[in-house]
């Protein structure tokens, strides 16, 4: 049957006082947006009566929170709950109904029955055309109707008027501690107000200064300490304030006094025109993760899972903004299945365009826009790969070895690392081989890169490469032989390396003894000149002390 629009209007200051019936359900927006409407239109709001729906005991809490939140930002409005348990069929519904007509008489009475289950209806259907009463309903679709009587069965007809906007004014943080279903005084609960700031010229300093926000905040004159995280989250409330956005809260954390264990924290929380945003913030890189903190990916989805279930009522939107990330297609389809939105790496420069369609706000202001500009063109035009997160400064620094994002200059990476430690030597490391770089030292023979393959030749197969400024000893990368070239050369760290008084102490393979027959077969050679070190010897700390041996008989030059 096609229904009538008609419009709301404002009840007169002398008419009955209004006395509201609401049916809590799974969400509280019908309930809680038609009550703020009706309160706002009738100046004052004497009554709200609370009927859960008929079921497991659970359903009582939804009426608790509707109870908790009424209470809380409607003072002076009496909340009634049905004692016992829930009325389950219509014939009971009609008696709790009658009976508090007559037990609170004199009041103008309007049911809401937008959560009421269809075998029900009939009990309200019955109370339509008659005196100082309404029964009105919202639809799928958001729109609000009355019940008119007619002649067969009451005609809907549309109510213009009531727009969710009107729901701005509920503060965040009230809609989620009154969600955790205990009263004020057995909640831990702590909540920052999102406070007006200098959105763009923060994003130009943060921009200046590589994502150092307790430096772009300085440099915008904002006092104040906090953690990264928490600047970060009081930047992007006050980016959403600009959007249009007013119910804001960051750095929330709650749980009971009673449990010592960890509370649930939310670092940003919006509402907006009966949409809820929920928003955990991740400013570590990948490369920092550390699996232990829970600041994996599979630690804060888990995080916010809990958030999601624990404020199921406010059928809140959550949402992941890692932008020192990027996640993978398995990782953003596990976030999906979680009903957790992922903001990463590749989507943090249209951060603001995300939040906004999220919050069904159809476009950015000027400014907002220009700030979104700014951040797109750090990555597409700039060079830099990510924006709000400061890049890791190994990156940066290799960046700078090879004058550009393009390309990673191994070659020099590594003379900068051996320039900064002293080193005329270096070991290094791939997938597949371990390099050994020396030095060419001065007046250096032909063969001494042969000299240095057999020096190195008791850590296995080697293959010895001469470069422009020096040798480059190449093994396999097998089981074990790494972890002995670096307890070989430990004690070569920030010193240098003399190559010839290297190759004269190389160690040398294990072998058996020789008998006494071979002993004495054996040809006497001649014993080591006065200050050198001997040809070989049977452990890494001999090899040790024999170079440092001939380092302090070396010749000082006058």
């Not at 009609?94 to 009990?123: H, I, K």
């Not at 009451?154 to 213009?160: F, T, Y």
């Not at 500009?373 to 060079?383: D, I, K, N, P």
């Not at 072998?511 to 006494?516: E, F, G, I, N, V």
């Amino acid at each position: 049957m096609a229904s009538m629009a008609i419009e709301h209007q404002p009840v007169a200051t002398e008419a009955k006082p209004l006395a509201m019936v609401i049916f809590s359900g799974a969400s509280i927006w019908p309930g809680i947006q038609g009550l703020w409407h009706w309160r706002k239109a009738a100046g004052e709001l004497k009554y709200v009566f609370i009927l859960s729906p008929p079921g497991a005991a659970s359903t009582r809490g939804p009426a608790q929170t509707l109870q908790r939140l009424i209470e809380l930002s409607c003072p002076g409005t009496g909340v009634i709950q049905r004692p016992g348990s829930p009325p389950a069929a219509a014939r009971e519904v009609r008696d709790a109904l009658l009976a508090w007509q007559n037990e609170y008489p004199g009041c103008r009475w309007l049911f809401d029955m937008t959560d009421v289950l269809p075998s029900l209806t009939s009990a309200l259907t019955g109370f339509v055309g008659q005196p100082d009463v309404q029964v009105v309903y919202r639809d799928n679709a958001g729109d609000w109707f009355e019940l008119a009587a007619a002649p067969e069965v009451p005609e809907p007809r549309k109510i213009d008027g009531i727009a969710p906007q009107d729901l701005n004014a509920l503060p965040v943080s009230d809609l989620v501690w009154t969600q955790w279903g205990v009263s004020a005084d057995a909640l831990d609960f702590a909540a920052e107000k999102v406070e007006a700031l200098p959105v763009k010229r923060l994003t130009q300093e943060g921009i200046a200064r590589s994502w150092d926000w307790p430096a772009a905040f300085a440099a915008c004159g904002i006092p104040g300490e906090s953690p990264a995280n928490a600047r970060f989250a009081r930047y992007l409330g006050a980016g959403l304030s600009e959007i249009g956005v007013n119910s804001l809260a960051h750095s929330l954390r709650l749980g009971l006094k009673r449990e010592r264990k960890e509370k649930l924290e939310l670092d940003l929380a919006a509402s907006h025109n009966g949409r809820v945003l929920l928003m955990g913030l991740q400013l570590r890189s990948q490369v920092n993760e550390a699996p232990d903190t829970g600041e994996t990916v599979m630690a804060r989805l888990r995080q916010l899972l809990d958030a999601r279930q624990k404020l199921a009522g406010l059928d809140p939107q959550m949402a992941l903004l890692w932008p020192g990330r990027l996640f993978s297609e398995s990782e953003r389809e596990l976030a999906k299945a979680c009903g957790i939105e992922v903001i990463d790496q590749r989507d943090a420069p249209r951060v603001f365009s995300k939040l906004a369609a999220w919050l069904k706000i159809t476009a950015l202001p000027p400014e907002m826009a220009e700030v979104e500009a700014l951040l797109v063109e750090q990555v597409a035009q700039r060079g830099r790969f990510r924006v709000f997160s400061a890049e890791d400064d190994r990156l940066r620094q290799q960046e700078a070895d090879g004058g550009g994002p393009e390309c990673v200059d191994i070659e020099a990476h590594l003379n900068r690392i051996r320039a900064e430690r002293g080193q005329n030597w270096l070991l290094w490391a791939t997938r597949t081989e371990i390099v050994l770089r020396l030095d060419r030292p001065d007046a250096a023979p032909v063969e001494l890169p042969s000299l240095i393959q057999s020096a190195l030749s008791s850590f296995g197969r080697v293959r010895v490469e001469t470069t422009a400024s020096g040798y480059d000893a190449i093994f396999a990368r097998e089981s074990g032989r790494l972890a002995k070239l670096r307890q070989a050369f430990a004690g070569f760290v920030n010193r240098r390396l003399e190559t010839m008084v290297f190759v004269q102490a190389r160690p040398h393979r294990t072998t058996p003894a020789p008998s006494a027959a071979r002993a004495a077969e054996r040809p006497v050679r001649n014993s080591p000149k006065p200050n050198q070190p001997p040809l070989g010897y049977g452990s890494l700390e001999d090899l040790d002390a024999a170079v440092d041996q001939a380092l302090r008989n070396k010749p000082s030059s006058k």
